[in-house]
């Protein structure tokens, strides 16, 4: 027996659907986005952090 992962297309609209309501309601704004995507730069190339690199998104 195999079980399916991931996510159904349901589950894909309802989410996409709560981002917009989110961001309609001022809740996820650009400043929240360019840093979460920073946050996730370093998470991934924390390596390039050691050496110096600056990962903030302007």
Request: cysteine-free; hydrophobic content about 65%; glycine content about 10%.
């Amino acid at each position: 027996m195999r079980i399916r992962g991931g996510i159904s297309f349901v589950g894909l609209i309802y989410i996409l659907i709560g981002i917009f309501v989110a961001w309609d309601h001022d809740y996820i704004t650009l400043g929240l986005l360019k840093r979460v995507f920073s946050a996730l730069l370093a998470i991934f190339l924390w390596f390039l952090v050691l050496l110096g690199v600056n990962l903030n998104v302007h």
